[in-house]
């Protein structure tokens, strides 16, 4: 027999369980008749035992009839079961009847919540039974004879329905676990996903995008003033530095993508301040830089500074070519000041159009390290401003 057809066989029995269960307490029954086997004396002695062992054919049909339903409704097929079997012992001496009313605490221990209710139960269903035979047949030890042999009867098929009821339990328990373990794996993994994204677009926004869009600006710009030599080679200076940029920042994110790595690029920080300033000079802004910053900054904030400054550089670039920007970088009352301020567009704005993602990128890194930036229209200009504390760690 293989394995498939032992896997069946088990899901039949799984099925018809109540059943098969009653057939073979059934032909427990008739056989206990036919050996002449009975319980009265064993535990108190029965009426109709005396006369004929078939007399406990009675009370067991009514407790094989109990089987059949006890799956289903264990509760009160258990204090059915109680009840065959108290008449029994009393009356009939029966065997079935007996092992019926274990097998069904058994079962309505293992099934239900509130199995001390079961236990306060089986006590009770003992000490009436002990002290009714006490009681019939004038012996005080027949109190403790039958409160031993059912207490150790009905302690068994509670202890048993308790520990399944448990094992079950812990089953549950460890499924679940196991189940909230993939789901936080499956967040994880979502997040780290989410955040290897994150970084490749801050990446593709702060770096390519404002290279590309400088070189579109610069190229825009030539194409539509008059020729002259001068001019367009400081163009095509500019668009080849661009392009040499975004080239290369496009080449490392390209190696951490096959490859892995510690990050993208390389940060900029307050240190490259100076490059962006001058950059942004090539790109037709007037720039005037104020940074009085010291180099010992963590690099969250380090980087946080600069990547304002190269935003609000580009934004000048895109929105208002050739307008006078002037930078401040301070460190007051233990917070970083950045303040960019534009004005006098001396060209119409370049026909790219935007999406807000960077402003917003920054107002998110500033939030996240205890500060805040505002963006929008001044008098004459536009100005961008932001606070983060310097204590930041890194």
């Avoid at 002449?36 to 062992?53: K, R």
């Avoid at 031993?148 to 089953?171: C, D, H, I, K, P």
């Avoid at 770096?207 to 095509?236: C, F, K, Q, W, Y």
């Amino acid at each position: 027999m293989g394995e498939a057809d032992i896997s069946r066989l088990r899901g039949w029995a799984r099925r018809h369980r109540g059943p098969a269960d009653a057939l073979i307490y059934l032909l427990i029954a008739v056989a206990a008749g036919a050996l002449g086997l009975t319980v009265s004396g064993a535990i108190v002695p029965s009426v109709f035992a005396a006369a004929s062992p078939w007399w406990t054919l009675i009370p067991a049909l009514a407790a094989v009839a109990i089987v059949l339903v006890r799956d289903r409704w264990p509760i009160p097929a258990l204090i059915a079961a109680t009840m065959v079997m108290a008449v029994d012992v009393f009356v009939f001496g029966g065997l079935v009847p007996l092992i019926v009313a274990v097998d069904v605490l058994y079962v309505a221990t293992r099934e239900t919540e509130r199995r001390h209710r079961i236990l306060v139960g089986v006590i009770a269903v003992v000490a009436v039974v002990a002290i009714a035979a006490g009681w019939i047949t004038g012996d005080a030890r027949a109190t403790f004879l039958v409160a031993l042999q059912l207490g150790a009867l009905g302690g068994l098929g509670y202890w048993y329905g308790t520990a399944v009821a448990q094992s079950r339990e812990l089953v549950a328990l460890h499924r679940q676990q196991a189940e909230d373990a993939r789901r936080e794996g499956e967040r994880e993994r979502d997040a780290a996903v989410q955040g290897e994204r994150d970084a490749m677009a801050r990446e593709l926004h702060d770096v390519v995008a404002g290279h590309v869009a400088a070189m579109a600006i610069r190229s825009e710009a030539a194409l539509s003033t008059p020729p002259a030599l001068d001019a367009d080679r400081a163009a095509l200076r500019a668009v080849r530095d661009s392009s040499r940029e975004a080239h290369d920042t496009l080449r490392t994110m390209i190696a951490v993508l096959r490859d892995g790595g510690a990050q993208i690029a390389a940060p900029v920080g307050v240190a490259s301040v100076d490059d962006l300033a001058q950059s942004a000079r090539r790109s037709g802004l007037e720039v005037s830089l104020e940074n009085e910053l010291d180099t010992d900054l963590s690099t969250p904030v380090d980087q946080t500074v600069a990547r304002i400054v190269q935003e609000s550089l580009a934004n000048c670039v895109r929105h208002a070519p050739g307008a006078e920007v002037r930078i401040r970088l301070v460190k007051e009352s233990g917070e970083v000041a950045v303040r960019v301020d534009s004005r006098g567009a001396s060209a119409p704005p370049a026909r790219l159009v935007g999406n807000g993602w960077g402003l917003e990128l920054l107002r998110e890194r500033a939030k996240a390290l205890g500060g805040w930036l505002e963006a929008g229209p001044r008098r004459d200009g536009w100005r961008v401003e932001a606070r983060i504390p310097a204590g930041v760690p890194g």
